[in-house]
């Protein structure tokens, strides 16, 4: 493998804080890491668009022998797969993150399992009033969650870490929208093994 | 009776005139009022208006406004889908009219997500939409395998097969459907759309679909257009037989 000398990683918002942590507790100084806003998941059309202003910054700045990109399709239909393609850019595998923490033959057992899961992480069990109740506006609008959950029988915590304080907030939203809770400890699945692979090795 | 979000002003529906009354049903619809929807549908069915008439001039003229903010980016999915939830609300007094009252018929259509997605939300506005547009729409509902919808066409017989899916990982199933109608030979007895947010003209083409509808408005008009087209052919090959 090609040992780059500076790797940037253009990341969903919603990996800042794991892709970070991975960085400190790794040693991984050779990523630099931008992020772009995570609430574009609920403008997926504009993903790809914003991917390709940040990925041509950081060409032009001549700083970056290698680009990653922390995302999964999350809602493009392969646009930016396409785009990540032409700019030689890779990016986690995986459809979305659910997915890549979870690993791929995990996360499909949970869908054969129960196709009505609904996920969550970290992430989007802290800034669950953010992103469902207010994104989906129904703090506003209650009455809508028929039309937005009403096909899911439960949520799914997918867990990066063991917090009780995280946990309880989980078990929260799942009352709140009606679901059986689960949670399944996941870590950083393929979000770990992905930076490892690509970090040249430490420092 | 419907109450104004700047002046508070109460307005009596029933004060207004037909125009009026309309315009102020665009504007129910617009902002989700399921109760000034009713209350609206039945003023004008109650002055004579056909079903019909109520359906198209009011709430599906309603919609097509909600849906074109919706396409430039003015209103988001809570906003239509409150609009849709109020159009609902007048759907249900004129559903049973409509038929008694024998209204026009565009066609029929049989329409689910498909197999591995669950989501919902787009099928049931198209299903909505398509309704008001004069369609029969048959809801085979959610994750549906393929056999669901040749049961479905074989029950049903309809003109229009419509495939939903939201997931990149579901939207390929769409294929192992059409494919499967062409092994049957029965592929081009029918029109085919499908829609979904990571869906988009190319991948329509790929699967062999026969349209891409970007949002529920584009599905009607999409498949009016393809059923006049589809009608118009088959006139012109019994003139010419």
Redesign the interface.
């Given at each position: 493998m090609t040992v780059h000398q500076k790797t940037l990683i253009i990341a969903c918002g919603a990996l800042a804080r794991e892709i970070s942590l991975l960085i400190d507790l790794n040693r991984w100084h050779r990523f630099d890491v931008t992020c772009l806003p995570a609430n574009l998941h609920n403008r997926p059309q504009l993903i790809t668009g914003r991917m390709a202003e940040k990925i041509t910054v950081a060409k032009q700045s001549g700083k970056y022998d290698q680009i990653l990109a922390g995302y999964g399709d999350c809602g493009t239909g392969g646009d930016l797969d396409r785009l990540l393609d032409a700019e030689g850019v890779i990016r986690l595998p995986g459809a979305h993150c659910y997915e890549f923490f979870a690993t791929t033959k995990p996360f499909d057992k949970m869908v054969d399992d129960e196709i009505g899961t609904f996920f969550l992480t970290d992430y989007l069990v802290r800034f669950f009033d953010t992103l469902i109740i207010k994104g989906l506006a129904l703090d506003r609008h209650p009455e809508l969650l028929p039309d937005y959950f009403g096909a899911y029988k439960r949520l799914m915590y997918l867990a990066q870490t063991e917090d009780e304080e995280l946990d309880k907030m989980a078990e929260q939203a799942a009352i709140r929208l009606g679901l059986e809770y689960h949670k399944q400890f996941t870590g950083y699945g393929d979000l770990a093994t992905f930076l490892e692979t690509h970090s040249g090795g430490s420092g | 009776m419907t109450n104004t979000e700047n002046d508070q002003v109460d307005i009596v529906l029933s004060d207004l005139n037909n125009d009026d009354l309309v315009e102020q049903m665009f504007d129910d619809l617009y902002d989700?009022l399921a109760d000034a929807i009713t209350e609206g549908t039945e003023i004008l069915l109650n002055r004579g208006w056909l079903p019909y008439e109520v359906l198209t001039k009011s709430l599906v003229a309603g919609m097509a406004i909600v849906g074109k903010d919706f396409r430039d980016g003015i209103l988001?999915?809570?906003?239509v889908?409150?609009a849709a939830?109020a159009m609902k609300a007048g759907m249900a007094i004129l559903r049973p009219l409509l038929a008694e009252t024998g209204a026009p018929k565009m066609g029929k259509v049989v329409i689910g997500t498909v197999k591995?997605d669950?989501?919902?939300?787009g099928k049931?506005l198209v299903t909505m939409m398509m309704e008001g547009a004069g369609f029969e729409v048959i809801d085979i509902g959610?994750?549906n395998p393929v056999e669901n919808y040749l049961e479905a066409i074989e029950e049903h017989q309809p003109d229009i097969i419509g495939m939903s899916a939201?997931?990149?990982?579901t939207?390929p199933y769409m294929k192992v459907v059409i494919d499967t109608l062409i092994e049957k030979g029965i592929r081009n007895d029918y029109i085919v759309l499908v829609g979904g947010?990571?869906?988009?003209e190319t991948?329509a083409e790929s699967v062999g679909a026969d349209a891409y509808c970007r949002d529920a408005a584009m599905a009607v008009d999409m498949a009016k257009e393809l059923m006049a087209h589809r009608q118009g052919s088959a006139a012109a090959q019994m003139a010419a037989s």
């Open positions: - | 989700g988001f999915v809570p906003e889908l409150m939830n591995g669950i989501h919902d939300i049931n959610i994750n939201l997931l990149t990982t939207m947010a990571p869906l988009n991948f």
